[in-house]
């Protein structure tokens, strides 16, 4: 058994464990690119800068406000103009930590990025079905070989979607969304079958081979 499938055979399933459990021994000699999709409020990025050897960190979020038809979740609440002062507040916590942040959408990013070239690409954007599965294809070619796709709040899973692939999910008062994370998981592996992934809690992890 190699050391992936090692590791992950200890955490695959389990809730007790914390994120930053999960992730500080499985990148502990992945250097290189790093990417994060849905940046919010910068504490992740962060995390990733002091405890990981990325070379490079590059976030990636809009700080839109969408309409709420197209995109239900507890973030999207605020104005554009409660967006832009967040994005100037995480700019000044994350730009002294040498992270890039691309204001513009995931599909964008990927067009700009070079298939191959990243290490670590970690989705925490919209949860939204046909949002994740956008994510899955635009970012899964990005990673180069050896290196991870992998992602957060897979909570949908053994429930019941609904005709557009997504589950209402409410985690606490004030936390809420419409989350597919687990659906377009499954559907992005029929079309691809070397996406071989693991779910660990409610994280998803996927090494290309």
């Known amino acids: 058994m190699n050391d992936y499938m090692q590791f992950m055979s200890n955490v695959m399933g389990t809730y007790k464990l914390t994120r930053e459990d999960i992730y500080k021994p499985l990148l502990q000699d992945v250097?290189?690119?790093y990417v994060e999709i849905g940046t919010c409020w910068g504490g992740w990025a962060?995390?990733?800068r002091k405890n990981t050897p990325a070379t490079h960190i590059l976030t990636v979020d809009p700080y839109r406000k969408y309409p709420k038809?197209?995109?239900?979740?507890?973030?999207n609440e605020m104005t554009q103009a409660e967006c832009d002062k967040k994005f100037e507040m995480?700019?000044?916590k994350l730009i002294p930590l040498g992270i890039n942040m691309?204001?513009?959408?995931?599909?964008?990013?990927?067009?700009?990025?070079?298939?191959?070239?990243?290490?670590?690409?970690?989705?925490d954007g919209n949860h939204h079905y046909n949002a994740v599965l956008?994510?899955?294809?635009?970012?899964?070619?990005?990673?180069?070989?050896?290196?991870?796709?992998?992602?957060?709040?897979?909570?949908?899973?053994?429930?019941?979607?609904d005709d557009e692939g997504n589950v209402y999910v409410v985690h606490q008062p004030g936390s809420f969304g419409k989350y597919g994370v687990a659906q377009?998981?499954?559907?992005?592996?029929?079309?691809?079958?070397?996406?071989?992934?693991?779910?660990?809690?409610?994280?998803?992890?996927?090494r290309k081979q």
Not at 69 to 75: R, W
Not at 102 to 123: P, W
């Open 31 to 33: 250097s290189g690119l």
């Open 46 to 48: 962060e995390w990733i």
């Open 69 to 75: 038809e197209s995109y239900c979740d507890a973030l």
């Open 90 to 92: 995480v700019k000044t």
């Open 102 to 123: 691309a204001r513009m959408t995931s599909f964008d990013a990927a067009r700009h990025t070079q298939d191959g070239c990243v290490s670590f690409c970690y989705i």
């Open 134 to 161: 956008q994510d899955l294809v635009c970012w899964w070619p990005k990673i180069k070989k050896g290196g991870y796709l992998c992602g957060d709040d897979v909570d949908d899973v053994g429930k019941d979607h």
């Open 184 to 206: 377009a998981l499954q559907d992005f592996k029929k079309v691809c079958p070397s996406f071989n992934y693991r779910l660990a809690g409610n994280q998803f992890i996927a």
